[in-house]
């Protein structure tokens, strides 16, 4: 049975999410269980925590920094029916008041220099200075529950500092996916699920291949398979038709 479509805006001007963040939930379903408290960091228009909730029965939670995409987030789940406690601030200077099951995030991972963008809310989403990756294992490492899961994606060239960085902070990474444009080409993403100081070999899971073909729509049979079960659709929005004020936000322009 084909999944309920997922509606989303997103910024015209601001970063959109892409195939990355829907391999990350096709990998993020290997662990996710109902009834159970989850955050997204830098939900964005709220993609990955919106489609948790959309196909189970769980608590969402989500933060994100950038006042515009978090009311994205919080209209997102409004306009699909589902449920969503978004908080508008920044991750690592916010205080929680719980620990969760599962903190899923696909964070900025580009290092400085490498495809920065003069539109600053494009930098601030994709460069990993804005959220360094030792600072989000220790701010996790103190939220997730003792026996939760970490599941993230970062750029396949930094899986060295991603393994350390993760054993360095109390972490186990227990299952691990590359992904690859071509079964030729180098790979460029890596999905990691990890929990805290347990004592399980890690499983690499067979690479995730894109596409079999030279043409962008050449997807492999199991991306394919992929987009099918995500089953979203891009609204996009320029920012100067959202107004925020203190105690209200609203879109102007649909």
């Not at 662990?31 to 196909?55: E, H, P, V, W, Y």
């Not at 969503?84 to 969760?100: E, P, R, Y």
Request: glycine letters at 4%; one cysteine or more.
């Amino acid at each position: 049975m084909d999944k309920k479509l997922l509606r989303l805006y997103q910024l015209e001007d601001g970063y959109c999410y892409n195939s990355d963040s829907l391999f990350l939930y096709d990998f993020a379903t290997l662990f996710l269980k109902n009834n159970t408290q989850i955050l997204d960091i830098g939900s964005g228009s709220g993609i990955l925590g919106l489609l948790c909730a959309r196909d189970y029965s769980i608590q969402l939670n989500a933060i994100e920094t950038d006042p515009l995409q978090a009311f994205l987030s919080q209209k997102n789940a409004i306009s699909n029916k589902l449920h969503a406690n978004v908080i508008c601030g920044d991750f690592l200077h916010t205080s929680f008041t719980q620990k969760f099951q599962t903190i899923i995030s696909n964070p900025p991972f580009y290092r400085e220099g490498i495809l920065d963008s003069k539109n600053n809310r494009i930098k601030t989403a994709r460069n990993a200075k804005f959220l360094p990756f030792e600072l989000l294992c220790k701010k996790v490492k103190q939220i997730l529950h003792p026996k939760g899961h970490f599941i993230f994606c970062y750029d396949a060239k930094e899986s060295h500092h991603i393994f350390q960085t993760l054993q360095n902070h109390g972490f186990n990474t227990e299952t691990s996916r590359l992904v690859y444009p071509k079964i030729d080409k180098k790979a460029t993403l890596l999905l990691v699920q990890a929990r805290i100081n347990t004592k399980n070999s890690l499983n690499f899971l067979p690479p995730l291949i894109t596409h079999i073909g030279e043409k962008q729509t050449d997807n492999s049979p199991e991306v394919k398979k992929i987009y099918k079960k995500c089953n979203t659709y891009s609204i996009k929005i320029h920012s100067t038709n959202i107004i925020l004020e203190e105690k209200y936000a609203s879109l102007l322009t649909l």
